[in-house]
């Protein structure tokens, strides 16, 4: 499973991961910075995080271009020096006023701008190394692979800003307000990290930093020819999967706005048992009841699984005293438990991630089993199973909110110390099956631009696939404004609708879309 792959890819994955970690460790705490910064309404603080949003997904498609002429390589160094300011700009403590408006501003554009260069290019550079033909085979591997990996970043990304924010109150003092800089200044250091990552092993893929990809001691790829109808036809294709793209991202970075949302009104504030060792709001090594529990889930997924798939007796025994500390520590954990936490709405954000890395081992290892029996699905339709699978995530909180009133009554009862909450495990769970839609939709639509864009668009239709993104997630804001107009379950019902809606469209096209991926 993660055998025969090119060296470059643990590089640039490992790159990614530095500033993925940085972007989520933002955006965990960003819709409440606007809330407790600057007093904005939800409606207004949902309008701008999707603003930018868009925007940061949008300019890809620019950065795509300019790497199409100038290189990717430059276009990513480029990008991740302008993110630094950005976020350097965001760590300032300037208050509520205009000015600290005006750089809030300023510091977004600079983000958006930075990972317009950064992100899209990084994955071109990937795509480029399984262009050899002895890797080509492994190429949704691959892409699985380095999805998997940056989502280590973005595991930690909540506990990280909402454990500085912590630290700071409780030590010296910091308002709550200002609390959110440290959280920023905590991205700034991750770029530092990703940045020495990068030109640290940049050897291992500078080879695919041009159109046609030549590693030392192999034979040059050739650049594959395509008729002016032949690329006509792929680039309508990808289209019409970017079409689907809008609407999945649409409902999933609803994580960042209703979810969040109902996260902070409807759920339990307090959590105790089992489930308390995985939503302390600390970020510390020694607390029994954090981030790292969640990594023992983890290695505890990866033990079993390398039980049965190492070659090596040694493999196995490995594997074994892997899942026996693993489990041991969270079994010692759970029984030693005692009282509650105090359960806070971006802490939810970090399962996603956790469930990232959990469960791409697992989806790998289903689909490779269906290719050796000749029955694994092509791209697009797993993509058109990640539709169904993502609507089926929002039936959860649908059957979750039955019973529940409005937001706006919710916050009357909330007020009056007499609303009903809901156990966390509603969301979980939610963002359980959400992730598996995930992992059918992103990495395998990432590589299926890889795979079909044609040659002399690889930069742009790559940032295409950004662009798709990014109109997504400028739709997000409104499930954002029905909030407060109308009951819980018509918000659940219209995510479950689109994606219904977008299932049956991507299924519609199949053939069309399979026979340009041959």
């Not at 205009?98 to 071109?124: E, H, P």
Request: hydrophobic fraction near 55%; charged fraction near 10%; glycine fraction near 8%.
């Amino acid at each position: 499973m993660f055998e025969g792959h090119p060296k470059g890819l643990w590089a640039l994955a490992l790159a990614n991961t530095g500033e993925r970690f940085g972007y989520y460790t933002m955006l965990a705490v960003f819709l409440f910075f606007l809330q407790d910064n600057f007093g904005f309404s939800m409606g207004t603080s949902s309008t701008i995080q999707a603003i930018f949003l868009g925007v940061v997904y949008f300019v890809p498609l620019f950065g795509g271009m300019l790497a199409d002429k100038f290189g990717f390589g430059k276009m990513v160094t480029i990008g991740i020096l302008v993110m630094f300011l950005g976020y350097f700009l965001l760590a300032l403590p300037l208050g509520a006023g205009t000015v600290a408006l005006g750089v809030m501003a300023l510091a977004l554009l600079f983000v958006c701008v930075g990972t317009g260069l950064f992100k899209g290019n990084l994955q071109v550079l990937v795509g480029n190394l399984y262009d050899e033909p002895k890797y080509a085979a492994k190429r949704d591997e691959g892409f699985s692979i380095f999805y998997m990996a940056i989502n280590i970043g973005s595991m930690f990304a909540a506990a990280a800003a909402l454990g500085i924010m912590a630290w700071m109150q409780a030590e010296y003092g910091v308002s709550k307000a200002d609390s959110y800089h440290f959280a920023f200044a905590v991205a700034c250091v991750s770029l530092i990290v990703s940045i020495i990552i990068y030109y640290a092993f940049r050897s291992t893929f500078a080879h695919a930093d041009r159109a046609k990809v030549a590693a030392k001691g192999a034979t040059e790829v050739v650049e594959e020819q395509l008729t002016p109808a032949q690329t006509k036809e792929r680039i309508i294709c990808l289209c019409l999967v970017f079409a689907v793209v809008i609407f999945f991202w649409m409902a999933f970075h609803q994580n960042g706005i209703t979810m969040n949302q109902f996260a902070r009104e409807y759920t339990a504030t307090s959590e105790s048992g089992f489930m308390s060792l995985f939503l302390s709001k600390s970020f510390s090594f020694a607390d029994t009841r954090s981030i790292w529990n969640l990594v023992c889930v983890i290695l505890v997924v990866y033990g079993v699984l390398n039980i049965f798939q190492s070659k090596t007796m040694k493999g196995k025994l490995i594997a074994a005293a892997l899942f026996v500390a693993a489990g041991g520590v969270l079994v010692y954990r759970a029984m030693t438990v005692e009282g509650s936490v105090q359960v806070e709405a971006p802490i939810f954000q970090q399962f996603n991630p956790c469930f990232v890395v959990a469960l791409t081992p697992i989806i790998m290892l289903v689909f490779s089993a269906l290719a050796k029996k000749g029955k694994e699905p092509s791209s697009p339709m797993k993509i058109g199973l990640g539709m169904l699978v993502a609507a089926s995530a929002f039936v959860i909180l649908l059957v979750g909110s039955m019973g529940l009133v409005s937001p706006v009554e919710q916050k009357v009862a909330l007020e009056a110390g007499t609303a009903t909450l809901v156990s966390p495990n509603w969301l979980i769970s939610t963002y359980l099956v959400l992730t598996v839609a995930e992992l059918l939709l992103s990495p395998i639509g990432i590589s299926f631009v890889s795979k079909v864009a044609p040659p002399k668009y690889k930069g742009m239709m790559m940032g295409g696939w950004f662009v798709a993104t990014a109109i997504g997630n400028f739709l997000i804001s409104i499930p954002g404004m029905l909030w407060d107009k109308t009951e819980l379950y018509v918000v659940w019902g219209v995510l479950i609708a689109i994606c219904l809606v977008s299932a049956i469209f991507i299924f519609s096209i199949l053939k069309r879309l399979e026979k340009v991926a041959k």
